[in-house]
């Protein structure tokens, strides 16, 4: 199913919520760095962590580091934390890293790879329900019908190799947005 508009007003009854979240997972970029001004306030990452709280970071820096790279989360990865008392206080919040767009032929893997991530972890967590955004699109660049079809892509190879009941909330964040991954969708299930 997908929707469109706050990510956060589809979370009643998910288990998980899947944040598109940057490879420190030190919270949102720093509006003060010019690449990020014009996105200020409208991240899926600033909207995670302000309705969290501040436990959030704090459990996102209790991680371990991955590997000897000095990152918690490599991109194409994702990983969990636990809810705060002010969002999913049962659930999890998972950390999905995205990769910054170039083109189709370099970045495709990569964004595939982070939704095959993040539903690995979401089923291995035993989540029923999880809301997601359209991963890699905003600060990362990614056109929205090549998101579309790479998060189709996922869903289809996920499905097709996991014996599951997990549910994925897509919420886009425009109504563009929601046109083009239907539009991708019918393309690839509808006939």
């Known amino acids: 199913m997908s929707w469109y508009g706050d990510l956060l007003d589809h979370v009643k009854g998910a288990g998980a919520?899947?944040?598109?979240?940057?490879?420190?997972?030190?919270?949102?970029?720093?509006?003060?760095?010019?690449?990020?001004?014009?996105?200020?306030?409208?991240?899926?990452?600033e909207v995670v962590h302000s309705a969290a709280g501040p436990d959030l970071l704090q459990a996102c820096n209790e991680l371990t580091f991955w590997g000897d790279e000095g990152i918690?989360?490599?991109?194409?990865?994702?990983?969990?934390?636990?809810g705060t008392s002010s969002l999913l206080p049962s659930?999890?919040?998972?950390?999905?890293?995205a990769p910054g767009w170039h083109s189709f032929a370099t970045s495709a893997e990569k964004l595939v790879g982070t939704w095959s991530c993040s539903l690995d972890l979401a089923a291995s967590l035993g989540i029923g329900v999880v809301v997601a955004p359209a991963l890699g699109c905003g600060t990362n660049r990614t056109p929205a019908e090549d998101a579309a079809v790479c998060g189709f892509q996922a869903f289809q190879e996920w499905g097709e190799s996991k014996d599951h009941g997990l549910e994925v909330r897509l919420v886009l964040h425009t109504f563009d947005a929601w046109v083009n991954w239907t539009n991708v969708a019918f393309h690839t299930f509808g006939k």
């Open 17 to 45: 919520v899947i944040n598109s979240a940057n490879k420190n997972l030190a919270g949102p970029a720093r509006p003060e760095f010019w690449m990020f001004s014009s996105h200020a306030g409208e991240s899926v990452e």
């Open 72 to 82: 918690r989360c490599p991109v194409g990865r994702a990983r969990a934390t636990s």
């Open 91 to 97: 659930g999890f919040i998972i950390h999905a890293v």
